[in-house]
């Protein structure tokens, strides 16, 4: 069973940046898209950002796109997600997920998944 562990998350004011990062318990993670969402209290698991095994081709959820770069070594275990110019807005918990078939990511049914790591955005 792979585990998905986050970190990263914190509090940070409005225009600021985080990283996070989310690491698989495997060495290596072929074959495994990886990528993140976001929930807000009271509202859906939003997709963020995804990027294939080889760790190209990156993908955004419109209200991060130009903000948010999502980040990942060929084959690693690693996947991150750089967060510029933060709003309130972006307040949420984050959760890492993988999955061989990314586009489960970006439909919230991925496979893996974290346990989540809280951002809160201060305005």
């Given amino acids: 069973q792979v585990r998905l562990t986050e970190s990263g998350g914190g509090l940070v ?7 996070l990062s989310c690491a ?3 060495r290596t993670f072929s074959n495994y898209a990886m990528g993140w969402l976001r929930q807000a209290p009271g509202k859906e698991r939003e997709f ?9 081709n990156p993908s955004y959820g419109d209200s991060v796109k130009g903000r948010f770069t999502v980040s990942r070594r060929s084959t690693g275990n690693t996947v991150y997600l750089q967060m510029n ?6 307040t ?10 990314r586009s489960k990511i ?8 974290g ?7 201060s305005s």
């Fill in 13 to 19: 004011q409005t225009g600021g940046s985080l990283t």
């Fill in 24 to 26: 698989a318990s495997v």
């Fill in 48 to 56: 963020v950002a995804a990027i294939s095994w080889t760790g190209v």
């Fill in 85 to 90: 110019n933060l709003k309130p807005e972006d």
């Fill in 92 to 101: 949420a918990v984050y959760y890492c997920a993988a999955d061989m078939d």
């Fill in 106 to 113: 970006q439909a919230g049914t991925a496979g893996y998944w």
């Fill in 115 to 121: 346990q989540g790591t809280q951002v809160t955005v």
